[in-house]
């Protein structure tokens, strides 16, 4: 019994130590992979309504390793942002280039659908909770701004936005916020709102670096001014974290 108890003991060590040696070898990762340079630039291009460059950006993004599944929700998720007629526009084009790499023989992984929702909370208070993990700021009471002037609007945010949308599964919060922040950056004029997701952005993991390299990406792909609007309100962001 004791031979066999220490053989037990010895195996359960070996296993932590590997198990420990695992954890402290892996990488720091502080730029954007392919797969999420990819998202920024398809759901760039979708918001600019740029069917040629989103075609490319597609191809790109499947080659990386991107599933069908993860491009569509990227291009679902960025309606709210965008709205109905870009994100439709965008799911056609998809729809046009995995029949193109279909008929040329490549079969793209589709990948995992969205998670049946097992919540019996009701979607105001859903929304409002993931909205408070990704600012981690409380909501506060009484409503003011816009939510105060037009009540419906804020309901709307809550039980849509953040709770249909950043409920699924199918993109990290990290991954929803880069195609969000992509679209408030290629859109413009919208300077509060990308502000504040590029302060969700740093709170979901995303680094500075990443950041910078995001707005890079957003000079190449839509255009200088953009990319320079995008990084001033960057810098304004990482100057008050600091």
């Known amino acids: 019994m004791k031979k066999q108890q220490f053989i037990i003991a010895f195996i359960l060590i070996l296993f932590c ?16 992979s392919n797969k999420e340079s990819s998202l920024v ?5 979708t918001a600019k309504g740029d069917l040629t460059k989103l075609k490319d950006a597609l191809n790109k993004g499947l080659d990386a390793g991107l ?4 491009i569509k929700e990227s291009i679902i998720h960025l309606y709210a942002y965008a709205g109905f007629p870009r994100s439709i526009r965008g799911l056609q084009t998809l729809m046009a280039v995995l029949e193109e790499r279909k008929a040329k023989g490549i ?8 998670s049946p929702i097992q919540n019996d ?12 993990q990704l600012t981690g700021v409380p909501e506060k009471e009484p409503k003011t701004g816009y939510a105060a002037f037009a009540p419906t609007i804020e309901i709307f945010l809550k039980e849509h936005l953040f709770a249909d949308i950043f409920e699924r599964d199918v993109l990290t919060y990290a991954e ?3 195609v969000t922040i ?9 300077e509060p709102m990308l502000k504040s997701h590029l302060n ?4 979901v993991g995303l680094t500075s670096n990443q950041l910078n390299q995001f707005t890079v990406i957003i000079g190449s792909t839509v255009g200088k001014s953009e990319a320079t609007a995008a990084k001033k309100i960057l810098n304004d962001v990482l100057t008050s974290k600091d």
Do not use: F, M
């Open 41 to 45: 630039i398809i759901s760039a291009t």
């Open 121 to 132: 909370q009701p979607k105001y208070e859903r929304g409002k909770a993931i909205l408070e």
């Open 200 to 203: 969700i952005c740093l709170n």
């Open 107 to 114: 079969n793209d992984p589709t990948g995992s659908d969205a």
């Open 176 to 178: 929803r916020e880069l």
């Open 67 to 70: 599933t069908s599944n993860q």
């Open 17 to 32: 130590h590997s198990h420990s040696l695992h954890a402290s070898q892996a990488p720091t990762r502080d730029s954007l």
């Open 182 to 190: 992509s679209v408030l950056a290629s859109l413009g004029g919208v």
